[in-house]
């Protein structure tokens, strides 16, 4: 592990940050085109400077309440191997330096179900935790057919 530039991005009462490498841009949501039959942290896929872009409900996943209804959100366009996500969040507040000295997996043993946060960052008045979209977009159920899903459309509109 190494010293990490990250995003940092808030839901719930709770920040979480995300490599800057892994960040494409963040927006403010805007038209999202629901697509029927998926999971409810799927709200729909958003056009972002010409790409067809799922929208993830960061909040849904994590709390099982929506961030949709709070103004303000943000949507945090990540890459992955497979395609573009667009995580809905509360907030994406600041880019921060975080030592390698102050991060730490221990605690995290314990979620097998958020296989997805990698480290915390341990800092002097705040706890973040690093979140790998890459792993998300992995273990996410429903993840495969939205892969699937988003590129028959990019087919279908060429």
């Known amino acids: 592990m190494s010293d990490l530039k990250a995003v940092v991005i808030q839901c719930g009462n709770e920040e979480y940050a995300i490599a800057v490498e892994s960040v494409v841009s963040i927006e403010r949501l805007e038209q999202v085109n ?16 010409g790409e067809l872009v799922p ?23 990540v890459q992955t191997v497979n395609l573009f996500i667009g995580l809905l969040v509360l907030d994406a507040k600041e880019i921060l330096d975080i030592p390698e000295s ?16 990698t480290t915390v960052a341990n800092l002097e008045n705040r706890m973040i935790t690093v979140v790998d979209p890459e792993i998300l977009s992995r273990t996410l159920s429903g993840m495969d057919e939205i892969s699937d899903f988003v590129k028959e459309q990019v087919a279908q509109e060429q």
């Open 102 to 117: 102050v991060m730490t997996s221990t605690g995290l043993m314990a979620y097998s179900r958020t296989p997805y946060f």
């Open 34 to 49: 629901p697509i029927p039959h998926l999971p409810d942290y799927m709200l729909g896929l958003m056009r972002i400077r």
């Open 55 to 77: 929208i993830i409900d960061f909040e849904q996943i994590l709390y099982g309440r929506s961030a949709k209804e709070h103004n303000d959100v943000r949507v945090v366009v």
